[in-house]
């Protein structure tokens, strides 16, 4: 059974650190493209990261650039997204998203709360 599963997420201040992590299992997650997206109340969803499946290549939203790392361990079949920095902007819901050219698999994601 495949799954993604989020955690991390939660209430933080204003230029607080939070670290997302989504732990993948049922399928081989070391050749899939993982990317995190996010959707706030009202708006669109949102790319935020993407990393290869060596995790030799990532990409990153501009507004998240500088504040944001993704990484993946593949031994241990999970991604990491390290939020420092985080504004009242970053509230959303984070998905993680797991892609191999026809395969398409989402987490259920986790809220993230940024006061001011």
């Known amino acids: 059974q495949v799954q993604l599963v989020e955690s991390g997420g939660g209430l933080v201040q204003f230029g607080g650190s939070l670290r997302l992590s989504c732990a993948a299992s049922?399928?081989?997650?070391?050749?899939?493209?993982i990317t995190w997206y996010r959707q706030a109340p009202g708006k669109e969803r949102e790319l935020v990261a993407r990393?290869?499946?060596?995790?030799?290549?990532?990409n990153y939203a501009d507004s998240v650039k500088g504040r944001f790392t993704i990484s993946r361990d593949n031994a241990k079949n999970t991604v990491y997204l390290q939020m420092n920095s985080l504004k009242p902007r970053d509230t959303a819901v984070y998905h993680c998203?797991?892609?191999?050219?026809?395969?398409?698999?989402w987490g259920q994601g986790t809220q993230v709360t940024v006061s001011s």
């Open positions: 998203n797991a892609r191999n050219g026809f395969k398409d698999y």
């Open positions: 990393i290869s499946s060596t995790g030799g290549s990532t």
């Open positions: 049922g399928f081989t997650f070391s050749l899939y493209v």
